[in-house]
């Protein structure tokens, strides 16, 4: 069974809405922090969101005012709301999870297409 799952991704016109989860298999209280990048066909991989143990979150310039990182409750959760979605968006996003034992894991990706 895979650790992280992410779900959400699919087709959307440029200016829509998406709403990307990932859930962890892992122990909330080992979680240093998760984040969300992704990669676009022919580019390497980029951060997009992150979000820490104490709460705090910061964004590549390239989405800020657009997507929202969030938690649920448990922690076990992690949210990323797209707004505003653009074209330069599309891609792949992976959930990505950064444990207390300096450990990474990451989900399997789901895919996001904006079209123009």
């Known amino acids: 069974q895979a650790r992280l799952v992410e779900s959400g991704g699919g087709l959307v016109q440029a200016g829509g809405s998406l709403r990307l989860s990932c859930t962890t298999s892992?122990?909330?209280?080992?979680?240093?922090?998760m984040n969300w990048y992704r990669q676009a066909p022919g580019k390497q991989r980029e951060f997009v969101s992150g979000i820490n143990r104490g709460g705090s979150t910061n964004y590549a310039d390239s989405v800020k005012g657009r997507f929202t990182i969030s938690r649920g409750d448990t922690k076990n959760t992690l949210y990323l709301q797209m707004n505003s979605l653009k074209p330069e968006d599309t891609g792949v996003y992976y959930c990505?999870?950064?444990?207390?034992?300096?450990?990474?894991?990451w989900g399997q990706g789901t895919q996001v297409t904006v079209s123009s």
């Open positions: 892992g122990i909330a209280s080992s979680i240093v922090a």
């Open positions: 990505n999870e950064r444990t207390q034992y300096n450990d990474d894991y």
